[in-house]
């Protein structure tokens, strides 16, 4: 390496002390694909690890989507080895888990990608992770943000240090890069899939990018010098957001944040934009997965978002929602607006009772397809001495059904509580008359069409129209357990107990159902 470009390490080193990007002392961790731009960024730190002190390790990752991907980690393997540098290796099947969870190549592949990274950074005990973006991919960036539609964060472009990541060549055109490995014979492996068109990263870059550069040979800077004037006015309104953010977002509840509508009503669009942007960074802190953390930590709010997001909070229509890529849902109820994870990927609550779902759920009204788990336990005629402790597990709610006698001692004390309307009633549990059991009992989710008599009234109601009064979010209304007894609702859990089951001054037995 006695050929080595000072100037080109000189740049480098500039960066990294511009920006603080690393520290005496520190381990860094550096994404290497084989490629031109990572092969040169691994061979410039480590000739410069011990002027900056610090400690490397490189790290590749596989995602299956070329034949001949797996020559391109022997390549770097080999080139570790020689190196003496330790070289951790992760690899996943980039499209099947795409087709699985609904997602582009280049998203899966990024989500896939930094999860193994920063798995590795923790394994090497490593602060920092080094990827080679340099000036021609902030400008690419900056293109396709502009093409594919975001607010100014995301067209300010990558920063050159987020979190853990780090971009040390970020001050780097790929034509200097180029010519600092020819200069020093360094070697690295070609991918063919960078020159497929289809893909909109390498349209931009082979296409849209040079036509640029023609105009405006100093379009790299130019790009770098307006995102920056636009970082600096993003920077400005988000911390005014951030301060009404604090003031009018509830504390995260079941990976939920929500809002009064009246509140955000009163906000302009700029800051509407960074409460929805705040919010999904609030609620990552509360993510249990690994695999998306990366995905969700930085989020981009595309203006069709944004624009669903204005139409939701000016909506009179209850129990309207959108999501925001696979792991973000918006919605509204009634008079508040939620930012949270899909049911899928959290769980939601109703009063004091949570339920965590196995599938996410979608509104027929708001034009989705309805999908949700629907249920139904039946229970035969049974001796009456099994149902005082009857119970039955609900798998698709994780939640257990238990309905049993009350002795005769605490019977007539409760009796005579809720006939003297001292007794206050808790959402999961309910006192009901023993004897007016009907067989068959019936456990199900609700079905349109049904009715029945809430308590202390004479006639039949639909049940649709009883949650609409209650403000009952539709999401819970499809899976909160209905108890039938002899084929009639007798009680809608979390909620009321049928008229004809209620506990009067004439009842002998006392029976209690709960939700657990």
């Given at each position: ?216 040979p100093s379009f790299l800077n130019t ?120 049911a899928s990927e959290g769980s939601f ?168």
């Amino acid at each position: 390496m006695d050929k080595i470009s000072s100037s080109f390490l000189d740049k480098l080193i500039k960066t990294v002390r511009s920006f603080n990007l690393l520290a005496w002392g520190e381990r860094v961790v550096v994404a290497v694909s084989g490629g031109v731009d990572s092969s040169v960024l691994l061979f410039s730190l480590y000739e410069l690890r011990h002027y900056l002190g610090i400690s490397i390790a490189c790290a590749s990752f596989d995602h299956k989507i070329r034949p001949d991907s797996g020559q391109d980690v022997i390549f770097i393997k080999d080139l570790c080895k020689n190196l003496s540098i330790p070289f951790y290796f992760g690899s996943g099947d980039v499209k099947l888990y795409a087709k699985e969870n609904k997602l582009n190549l280049e998203e899966t592949a990024r989500i896939l990608r930094y999860n193994f990274l920063l798995k590795t950074a923790r394994d090497f005990n490593a602060p920092k992770i080094a990827v080679a973006h340099h000036s021609d991919d902030f400008a690419e960036n900056v293109i396709m943000r502009l093409i594919t539609g975001a607010g100014a964060g995301a067209i300010s472009g990558f920063q050159a240090k987020y979190g853990q990541v780090i971009r040390p060549l970020i001050n780097h055109s790929k034509s200097e890069i180029i010519e600092f490995a020819d200069k020093n014979s360094i070697k690295f492996t070609e991918d063919f899939t960078n020159k497929d068109t289809k893909i909109l990263r390498n349209f931009v870059r082979l296409n849209i990018l040079p036509s640029f550069k023609s105009v405006n040979p100093s379009f790299l800077n130019t790009v770098r010098n307006t995102a920056e004037i636009l970082k600096k006015d993003d920077d400005f309104i988000e911390k005014i957001s951030f301060k009404i953010f604090k003031e009018i977002a509830e504390p995260v509840n079941n990976g939920k944040i929500y809002f009064k509508k009246k509140d955000l009503l009163k906000l302009d669009d700029p800051v509407l934009y960074r409460i929805l942007k705040l919010s999904i960074l609030e609620i990552y802190k509360y993510n249990p997965k690994d695999e998306y953390s990366f995905f969700i930590k930085k989020p981009i709010i595309y203006y069709n978002n944004f624009k669903a997001f204005i139409e939701l909070i000016k909506s009179g229509k209850p129990n309207a929602f959108f999501y925001i890529g696979k792991f973000i849902e918006v919605g509204n109820e009634y008079d508040n607006i939620f930012i949270g994870y899909t049911a899928s990927e959290g769980s939601f609550s109703f009063k004091s009772v949570k339920f965590n779902l196995a599938e996410s759920i979608e509104n027929k009204e708001s034009n989705a397809a309805s999908r949700y788990n629907k249920y139904e336990y039946l229970i035969e005629k049974i001796p009456p001495s099994l149902i005082t402790s009857l119970k039955i597990k609900i798998k698709e709610i994780n939640k257990t059904f238990s309905i049993e006698s009350v002795n005769e001692s605490d019977s007539a004390e409760i009796i005579n509580k809720i006939t003297k309307k001292e007794l206050n009633f808790k959402p999961e549990s309910v006192y009901f008359d023993y004897d007016k059991i009907r067989f068959p009992i019936t456990i199900r989710n609700f079905i349109e069409g049904d009715r029945f008599v809430p308590l202390g009234m004479k006639d039949a109601k639909k049940l649709k129209e009883y949650f609409i009064d209650k403000k009952v979010p539709i999401k819970v209304r499809r899976i909160i357990p209905i108890i039938l007894f002899g084929g009639k609702i007798a009680w809608v859990s979390l909620n009321e107990i049928c008229d004809c089951i209620k506990i009067t001054e004439f009842t002998k037995n006392v029976g209690i159902m709960r939700i657990e």
